[in-house]
């Protein structure tokens, strides 16, 4: 009898396990929120910006495929009169912060990539290859958990990159502006108007803390002109902007527009 007991419990428990989510549809690994890492050269001279892109193209890019890190996004700002600061914006995928801290030190033990990259890993004090380095570390929002690269497929030449950094007052208000993108609908409203996000991400180490960042990709300037305006006038906007519980949770807004080199892969 105790056997026929302890058999029939030992199915119970089988039956219960399989319908508790140990498939990988259900699992909460299988659809863990992606790390990002936006990293930001700026230069003083032309000089300075191709050492660097040399360096990204036939060194970084290289060892990061081999690592299985990717898709990488390498942009160059658009110079305006109003921003003329040189600038290189490399964004990486990680699917934890395990794999995000292990990068560093697998990079200086890949002996192709140390090769490859010499100019620019073995640069002088006196003539460094670029200004300064700013590193921002965000992770995915849950309604769009993993980077998605961009669906158009026209000239990337012609394309909008645009990244958005939005600054709230307060932590607390942060959260409600993160809340507006995924329960609020945001992100879904994007997606309707095919604004061809490639991430939203809340920033968790950064110099504007707190803020979120995001990047929307847009066939040409026109484009994304429609597209904006087609937001603004959406009924979906006009009602998730006029809630209450909405309300004056951003304080700051810096928009950068983007190119992609010609090694990006976007």
Not at 16 to 22: A, D, Q, R, Y
Not at 66 to 78: A, C, H, L, Q, S
Not at 238 to 253: A, C, P
Not at 255 to 265: A, G, K, V
């Amino acid at each position: 009898m105790k056997i026929v007991i302890f058999v029939s419990l030992v199915i119970i428990a089988l039956l219960f396990s399989n319908c508790s989510g140990t498939n990988t549809d259900s699992n909460p690994a299988h659809d863990a929120r992606e790390f990002y890492q936006l990293k930001i050269y700026s230069f003083s001279n032309n000089e300075q910006q191709q050492v660097t892109e040399q360096y990204l193209k036939e060194a970084f890019l290289p060892a990061l495929k081999v690592m299985e890190i990717g898709p990488i996004g390498i942009f160059n700002k658009k110079l305006s009169e109003s921003d003329s600061i040189m600038q290189t914006f490399v964004l990486l995928p990680f699917s934890s912060l395990d794999q995000f801290n292990q990068l560093e030190r697998a990079l200086s033990q890949d002996t192709k990539h140390l090769t490859a990259g010499s100019a620019y890993l073995n640069a002088p004090f006196d003539n460094p290859p670029y200004a300064r380095i700013e590193t921002i570390l965000l992770r995915a929002f849950k309604d769009m958990p993993k980077m998605r690269p961009s669906a158009l497929t026209g000239a990337r030449t012609d394309r909008i990159y645009e990244l958005r950094s939005y600054e709230s007052a307060t932590e607390k208000i942060f959260a409600n502006k993160v809340d507006m993108f995924n329960e609020g609908g945001e992100i879904t409203l994007f997606d309707k108007l095919k604004f061809n996000a490639i991430f939203y991400g809340e920033v968790i180490a950064g110099p504007k803390m707190p803020n979120l960042m995001y990047m929307t990709t847009h066939a040409d300037a026109n484009s994304r002109a429609i597209n904006w305006k087609n937001f603004v006038d959406s009924p979906e906007w006009k009602e998730i902007s006029s809630m209450e519980k909405y309300q004056n949770n951003v304080s700051h807004i810096d928009i950068t527009f983007l190119y992609p080199t010609e090694y990006s892969d976007y």
